[in-house]
């Protein structure tokens, strides 16, 4: 029977990843092997738990700190190993950190074919987001696979000499897992400090926004919250010790933001679903936003995501001070922006990408 592992060690990548993983599973054709790198320890357990899956391999590569240097090394050197004993006959692996081009880079080294999730998003600025555009970028040369979310995504992979036969377009599996998390009847103590105040949820983590940047976000965000009421906003914190400090020195002693610890992802779509508008840098947001209708400003000066923008739900605002805030007031004052903006289309898929992924590999051209 031919063998299919799947590896994947951050937050994002689990959330995009164990829909596909049940699928596979579900399916008696193939054998499915998991290999989390550990790349995220808590971050990733979180996810893990929500999905009930349990890992045949944890690397458990992550130290406080970590360098880039350094988890790129122990993914490949924790890696081979587990590729040696089992064989795999394709080995996928999604997007764009650390762990997914330390893995490719693995498999292309041991000769092992590697089908690429959440191929073609590009920004071609190899400096944003960092380093995520060249991960996937290097991924992009090697995959023989490659699962593109979108049609633009495909085009990007053609337009730099992709076989057209090795790309197929199925959608994101955010939109998989989106439909699995999110529920009409939800409660949480956070939801009801949130009650009768518009809810305003926010995220911010990127490597190139650590320093000046993040805390110019974040005075622009406290400036608006100030003038305003009936506005709240709940910021769930990355582990990252240097973003938790940005957020802690600019963010604290303001009683309507709530800085929390990360929130577990049944619960953090269910608060995506029923805030009134997103603060965010994060990638999969901006995938999951147009899906529940809420408008995004994006804390990034590009973004791999044109589709979002195009449909309207996602304004890129960069991380300087006052364009946050012009921006922010904007979607709190503006009726007819706030609408335009939360009525748009979801570009990224009908739920059912997991399910196209394991057809193409099982039944599929890819004669794995
Ligand atoms: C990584 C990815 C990024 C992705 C992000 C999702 C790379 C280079 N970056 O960035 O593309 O958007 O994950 O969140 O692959 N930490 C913990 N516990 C955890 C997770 C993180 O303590 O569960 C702390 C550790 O101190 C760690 C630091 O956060 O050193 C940074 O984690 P790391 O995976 O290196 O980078 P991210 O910024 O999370
Ligand atoms: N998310 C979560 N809990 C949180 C914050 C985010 O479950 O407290 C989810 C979010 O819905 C999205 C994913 O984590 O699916 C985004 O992860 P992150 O922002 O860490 O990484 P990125 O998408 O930027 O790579």
Not at 156 to 177: C, F, M, R, S, Y
Not at 289 to 296: F, H, M, Q
Request: hydrophobic letters at 40%.
């Amino acid at each position: 029977m031919k063998k299919i592992m799947l590896v994947f060690g951050t937050r994002p990548e689990a959330i995009k990843m164990c829909p596909l993983v049940k699928e596979l599973k579900s399916r008696s054709q193939v054998e499915t092997v998991v290999c989390v790198t550990g790349q995220h320890r808590e971050m990733l357990q979180q996810v893990l738990d929500a999905f009930e899956v349990t890992p045949d391999y944890n690397l458990a590569v992550m130290h406080q700190g970590q360098t880039l240097f350094e988890v790129t090394e122990r993914v490949m050197e924790g890696l081979r190993p587990v590729i040696e004993k089992e064989k795999p006959d394709v080995v996928l692996v999604h997007g764009d950190t650390t762990t997914t081009f330390a893995a490719a880079l693995t498999c292309f080294y041991m000769n092992v074919p590697v089908g690429h999730v959440e191929a073609g998003l590009r920004t071609y600025d190899i400096s944003a987001p960092y380093p995520e555009e060249f991960n996937r970028e290097a991924v992009g040369i090697l995959a023989k696979y490659n699962f593109a979310p979108t049609v633009n995504a495909r085009a990007n992979l053609i337009k730099e000499g992709k076989n057209p036969d090795t790309i197929w377009v199925t959608g994101n599996t955010a939109i998989d897992a989106l439909g699995t998390t999110v529920v009409g009847d939800f409660s949480h103590p956070d939801l009801d400090w949130a009650e009768g105040s518009r809810l305003v949820i926010l995220t911010a983590h990127r490597r190139e926004n650590w320093g000046e940047p993040l805390y110019s976000i974040f005075r622009g965000i406290r400036r608006v919250v100030e003038e305003f009421p009936d506005v709240k906003v709940l910021y769930p914190v990355h582990l990252n010790p240097l973003v938790r400090k940005a957020a802690e020195d600019t963010l604290s002693g303001c009683d309507r933001i709530r800085i929390t610890e990360p929130i577990d992802v049944m619960a953090f779509h269910n608060f995506l679903a029923r805030s009134y508008m997103i603060l965010t840098d994060s990638g999969g947001i901006q995938e999951e936003a147009p899906s529940l209708g809420k408008p995004v400003l994006v804390l990034r000066e590009v973004t791999e995501r044109p589709e979002g923008v195009a449909a309207g739900t996602l304004r890129i605002v960069g991380t300087d001070e006052e364009n946050i805030y012009r921006a922010f007031k904007a979607l709190l004052t503006d009726e007819e922006l706030y609408d335009a903006m939360s009525n748009a289309e979801n570009p990224y898929g009908d739920g059912f990408a997991s399910k196209r992924i394991a057809d193409i590999l099982i039944k599929g051209k890819t004669n794995i």
